[in-house]
Structure formats: structure tokens, C-alpha cells
């Protein structure tokens, strides 16, 4: 399986890298507008700098969830699959991969965010620690912050494992049902956007775990255990049912 991860990395490296150079550019801008005193250029770099972390983070999702699709309908899908690797193991190494990536990339846009927050703080305003900078800017304490990035990623993982074994397992459906490529994506996009509507419904009815706790943030991560619960349940399904597939029914 770490072998398939690795491959799965390979795969995707080029685009990141080229993505994360423009990120850079964007960071390169903004600091050169602190350099300068120039507020236009302090401007168009954090400009930059949030289109930049929102394209990213979108085309990292899209790159996982889609390398399963790809490889069903391109000749790549030979070289994944007809190797003498369980497709259960494939599947997961892909939604570890993805999981990582998005992981990564969030810590990542959440420290440099931080550190230009610190920054701006120091140019134009007292001087602080990156920590207190961001709790002044945001308005909370540094504990609430803390919480909070914790309960982003723990809610992170949850979102990524569910989403790509969703998508991986429609995309297996729509590959049996439909030998045209342009079909497959019709009936990819549809499946999605369908769960996606149930899923909603079903969270929204699910009971909440009431607590005492104080801090804002884990104490809605608590509240949705059982949404995560419920994420997690499809997840094992859906994971199942791809394997399945791929094991018994799609011919590549």
C-alpha cells in the first residue's frame, strides 16, 4: 500500500508544485508591499494569497477524487489495478493520499496565515508573538484558536474520507452502467450532488451530544459525534462497495 501512496504522490507532485510557485509569487507581492510601504501591493498579495489557498485547496480535492476516475476509464487504470494488490488496499492508499495532502495543505495555509498576520501586526501596529497577533485579529483567545484548528481537522478528516469514498464508489456505478465517458461524468456528478443533498438532510436530523464544555469550538465537535459517526458508517460502505466492484463486476 505504500507503494500505491508513493505512486499516488508522484502523480501529483508537478501540479502542486507549480500551484504552491504561484502561493509563492502571491507571498512574494505581499512582501514586498510591507518592504515598500506599499499598500497596493500589501492588498493584491493577500488578495493573491486567498485566491491562491482557495484554488489549491480545491484542486487537491479534485485531484483525489478524480485520480479514481481516471484511472478507470485511461490506460493507467492497468497498471493500478491489475496489479496483484487487493483493491481495498489501492482504494485506501488513494484516500490516505488525498487525506494527507488536504492535511497538509491546511496546516500549511493556517501557519503562513498566521506568521503574514504577525507581520502585518509589526509593521503597522505593537509588536506581538504570532499566536497573540492572531487573537487580536480574530477577536478570541489563543485557547479557542488552538481548539479550533483541531476541531477543523478532526472534522477535515472526516469530510475527505467520506467525499472521496463517495466519489470512487459512484464512479465504479457509473463505469458499470455506462461504457461512454461523457455519460460516466453526467452520472458521476449526479450520484454526488444527490448524496450530497441526502447527507445533508440526515445530518441535520441527527441528535446532538449536549456538554458543558466551555470551549466553543470542541464543544461543537462534540455536539456532532454522531453526524461524524454517521460520516463514518458511509465511508465503511461505500469503501466496501467499491472494492466490491472492482473486485467482482468492472473488467478494465
Known amino acids: 500500500m505504500l507503494k500505491t501512496m508513493k505512486y499516488e504522490v508522484i502523480r501529483n507532485k508537478m501540479v ?11 507571498e512574494a507581492i505581499f512582501l514586498m508591499g510591507l518592504a515598500g510601504d506599499s499598500r497596493n501591493l500589501i492588498g493584491y498579495g493577500i488578495l493573491g494569497l486567498v485566491l491562491g489557498t482557495s484554488i489549491i485547496y ?4 479534485l485531484l483525489g477524487i478524480m485520480s479514481f476516475s481516471h484511472d478507470l476509464r485511461d490506460k493507467t487504470g492497468y497498471m493500478v489495478f491489475l496489479t496483484p494488490v487487493n483493491p481495498y488496499k489501492i ?3 488513494k484516500m490516505l493520499v488525498g487525506l494527507i495532502e488536504l492535511t497538509a495543505a491546511a496546516l500549511f495555509f493556517i501557519i503562513l496565515a498566521a506568521i503574514d498576520i504577525r507581520i502585518l501586526f509589526n509593521k503597522f501596529g505593537e509588536s506581538s508573538s504570532v499566536f497573540d497577533a492572531v487573537a487580536k485579529f480574530v477577536g478570541a483567545s489563543k485557547d479557542t484558536i488552538w481548539a479550533g484548528i483541531v476541531a477543523f481537522v478532526i472534522s477535515l478528516v472526516f469530510s475527505v474520507l467520506l467525499y472521496y469514498s463517495l466519489a470512487y464508489f459512484v464512479s465504479a456505478v457509473s463505469s458499470l452502467m455506462a461504457k461512454s465517458t461523457g455519460v460516466q461524468r453526467f452520472l458521476t456528478i449526479t450520484f454526488v450532488i444527490l448524496f450530497m443533498i441526502i447527507f445533508s438532510v440526515l445530518s441535520k436530523s441527527m441528535p446532538k451530544f449536549t456538554n458543558d464544555i466551555s470551549n466553543e469550538p470542541i464543544s461543537k465537535l462534540v455536539e456532532e459525534i454522531p453526524t461524524y459517526l454517521l460520516s463514518l458508517g458511509f465511508t465503511a460502505l461505500f469503501t466496501y462497495g467499491c472494492g466490491y466492484l472492482m473486485k467482482n463486476k468492472l473488467s478494465l
Do not use: Q
Open 91 to 93: 482504494i485506501i492508499a
Open 16 to 26: 502542486i508544485i507549480i500551484l504552491f510557485s504561484i502561493l509563492g509569487g502571491a
Open 58 to 61: 480545491f484542486v487537491i480535492w
